[in-house]
Antibody, heavy 116, light 107 residues
Framework: EVQLVESGGGLVQPGGSLRLSCAAS????????MSWVRQAPGKGLEWVAN????????YYVDSVKGRFSISRDNAKKSVFLQMNSLRAEDTAVFYC?????????WGQGTLVTVSS | DIQMTQSPSSLSASVGDRVTITCRAS??????LNWYQHKPGKAPKLLIY???SLQSGVPSRFSGSGSGTDFTLTISSLQPEDFATYYC?????????FGQGTKLEVK
């Protein structure tokens, strides 16, 4: 069964950094775009970033540009989200998803809380 | 950015009911429209892609239609496991955007 497992979430102070990881299994990881999508408490879903199969193209929502960086390691079948200069409004469950624009499947998510 | 507007925001229905959720895009997106089901604490699940194509493994009581700016998701006969929040999402251009969600609750 295709599976995505996120890790790395936690409590961080405003201005701090966090690195999320997503480990993929049971599919040829290097053949797919990968994406991050988040959901703030009580809010809807928001696409955050995506990365092409070879890492040569990356796109971000405006609210995270210059602060977040997406990367991948095809040998380790993993995608990462480096989050710097975190703000309270970044508090959310972050989901890893396979695909570019069409997201399937999704991981279970990892919670990021930005608070002092 | 393309804005996606769903209606209604919430909906009360009973098992066996036929339910329709609508989604409108702020500009034409052809058929680049996907629908997801999301239950609390679970991973969102793709139901419909390209406006009307049923994802493998999704029950046939789910269907989608529309093109351009106006789209619908229909559940022909609600089952207990269908009570969840539903999101439309455009995959026409980045930033990919979602509707605000429709929470489907038990009447």
């Amino acid at each position: 069964e295709v599976q995505l497992v996120e890790s790395g979430g936690g409590l961080v102070q405003p201005g701090g950094s966090l690195r999320l990881s997503c480990a993929a299994s049971e599919f040829t990881f290097s053949n797919y775009w990968m994406s991050w999508v988040r959901q703030a408490p009580g809010k809807g879903l928001e696409w955050v970033a995506n990365i092409k199969q070879d890492g040569s193209e990356k796109y971000y929502v405006d609210s995270v540009k210059g602060r977040f960086s997406i990367s991948r390691d095809n040998a380790k079948k993993s995608v990462f989200l480096q989050m710097n200069s975190l703000r309270a409004e970044d508090t959310a469950v972050f989901y890893c998803a396979r695909g570019d624009g069409l997201f399937d499947p999704w991981g279970q998510g990892t919670l990021v809380t930005v608070s002092s | 950015d393309i804005q996606m507007t769903q209606s209604p925001s919430s909906l009360s229905a009973s098992v066996g009911d036929r339910v329709t959720i609508t989604c409108r895009a702020s500009q034409t997106i052809s058929n680049y429209l996907n629908w997801y089901q999301h239950k609390p604490g679970k991973a969102p699940k793709l139901l419909i892609y390209a406006a009307s194509s049923l994802q493998s493994g999704v029950p046939s009581r789910f269907s989608g239609s529309g093109s351009g700016t106006d789209f619908t998701l229909t559940i022909s006969s609600l089952q207990p496991e269908d009570f969840a929040t539903y999101y439309c999402q455009q995959s026409y251009s980045t930033p990919y955007t979602f509707g605000q969600g429709t929470k489907l609750e038990v009447k």
